[in-house]
């Protein structure tokens, strides 16, 4: 059981430049989640979604684009990338049984745009 | 707008302590509340949740405890170990709401 896997683990990007962070989970999980982390911080929504099909605003979601085609995929878009998304860029996933909602989060990309 | 605070930011202590992280929310109308461990360059891993109608949890060596009318959370660790050297985070989630508002940490350092 793999979990929640994240690629890539490190990306440098130039200003402008365009990408997209791929994130997985083989939980069946329902819940779907992306967060950033700047340094000495903690993490900020930047995306959710409750299923296929269906994703919502966080709290910082400018410059980011998601889509949710299965229940495994996720994947994060940076469209006209800019220094202020430098950052570690984590996934999670959880799936809401009752009052447990406990998240698993992936190892994280870490991105620096140049 | 809520907002949680973890203090002190970085703890040293010497093997063998005990001692308490603490965690504070300026809301108290939250559906959980979470500690999570994460080690550098790795993502995060949940160490106790605690519902709202709970007042602690206990996991071996770890205890959460969540006071909402006060709006504070502690963690205490027993018998703290060089491998518990870590950061530590604190995250709510408010009353119906799928998000996680995180604290940004405390660092622990345990001293062989």
């Known amino acids: 059981n793999a979990g929640v896997t994240q690629t890539p683990k490190f990306r440098i990007l130039k200003i402008g430049q365009s990408m997209t962070l791929q994130c997985t989970q083989d939980m069946n999980h329902n819940y779907m989640y992306w967060y950033r982390q700047d340094p000495g911080m903690g993490l900020k929504l930047i995306y959710y979604?409750?299923?296929?099909?269906?994703?919502d605003k966080g709290e910082v979601p400018n410059g980011y684009n998601v889509s949710r085609s299965t229940t495994e995929d996720f994947p994060l878009r940076l469209e006209l990338a800019a220094p202020s998304q430098t950052s570690v860029y984590f996934c999670a996933s959880s799936y809401r049984t009752g009052l447990r909602d406990t998240q698993y989060f992936g190892p994280g990309t870490r991105l620096t745009v140049l | 707008k809520q907002e949680v605070t973890q203090i002190p930011a970085a703890l040293s202590v010497p093997e063998g302590e005990n001692l308490v992280l603490n965690c504070s929310f300026t809301d108290s109308a939250i559906y959980n509340l979470q500690w999570f461990r994460q080690d550098p360059g790795k993502g995060l891993t949940s160490l106790l949740l605690i519902q709202s109608s709970q007042r602690e949890q206990t996991s071996g060596r770890l205890n959460a405890s969540l006071d909402k009318s006060s709006g504070r959370s502690t963690l205490y660790i027993a018998a703290s170990q060089p491998g518990d050297s870590a950061t530590y985070l604190c995250a709510v989630r408010p009353d119906s709401s799928y998000k996680l508002i995180f604290g940004s940490g405390t660092r622990l350092l345990v001293r062989p």
């Open positions: 979604s409750v299923g296929a099909g269906i994703t």
